[in-house]
């Protein structure tokens, strides 16, 4: 799986949209970008994922770069209950007959939402 | 939740014991989990299964074993436990399909004295 780079933290006020950045310089044509967040004490979360278009649903909104190089998560009206630690995973998607393996959860990015 | 729960959540034990954790499903997925998560290192795998009675190792598997003798049960076994094993230690399930999404349970803290 290719490699991932995250900010440690970053913090947003209530109500405004997080912009979340994640670089993946090395990713491969098969690797999709996966988004998941893990709140305190909990398990990890699914929230999105993509591998070129641009997504969308109900959590969030991912945007990737035409090169695939970086990509962006976006909280569009971020609330107390979104401060988590975000990871940003590359891997192998079905569709290339892998991805059935484990995830590699690097540090993420600590995102502290303020009132 | 995709169905998923974890036992015990909280267990305490002995240098030594044998402890064995229980992951269940109520969706009859394929794929299942086993992870740890340690302060300071993210979530670490310890071994996955792709069917019954079908296992391998993750990136830590050592002083672990699994089973997984129904679709809905992985059980994961620390034959002898010790210090080191002490953890928050999560089962996930992967939805298969397009994205291949993988989606936790809550976790169950253990405590090795």
């Known amino acids: 799986d290719a490699k991932t780079t995250q900010p440690p933290s970053m913090d947003c006020a209530e109500g405004r949209a997080a912009n979340l950045p994640c670089n993946h310089s090395t990713i491969s044509g098969n690797e999709y970008v996966y988004w998941y967040r893990q709140i305190h004490s909990q398990g990890p979360q699914y929230i999105i994922h993509g591998l070129k278009n641009n997504e969308t649903n109900e959590m969030a909104s991912l945007i990737i770069t035409e090169d695939r190089k970086s990509s962006t998560l976006i909280l569009p009206h971020a609330t107390l209950r979104d401060t988590a630690v975000y990871y940003c995973?590359?891997?192998?998607?079905?569709?290339?007959?892998?991805?059935?393996?484990?995830?590699?959860f690097g540090k993420g990015t600590h995102l502290i939402i303020q009132p | 939740d995709a169905g998923i729960t974890q036992s015990p959540r909280h267990k305490v034990t002995e240098t030594g014991t044998p402890v064995t954790l229980r992951c269940h499903q109520t969706e009859n997925h394929r794929y299942m989990y086993w992870y740890r998560q340690d302060p300071g290192h993210g979530l670490r795998l310890i071994h996955y299964s792709y069917g019954v009675k079908d296992t391998d190792k993750g990136e830590v598997s050592d002083g672990y074993s699994v089973s997984r003798s129904k679709t809905e049960d992985f059980l994961l076994t620390l034959e002898s436990a010790t210090s080191s094993q002490t953890s928050v230690y999560f089962c996930?399930?992967?939805?298969?399909?397009?994205?291949?999404?993988?989606?936790f349970g809550p976790g169950t803290r253990l405590t090795v004295l």
């Open positions: 996930a399930i992967m939805a298969s399909g397009r994205g291949n999404e993988q989606f």
């Open positions: 995973i590359v891997r192998v998607g079905s569709y290339s007959g892998g991805g059935a393996d484990g995830l590699t």
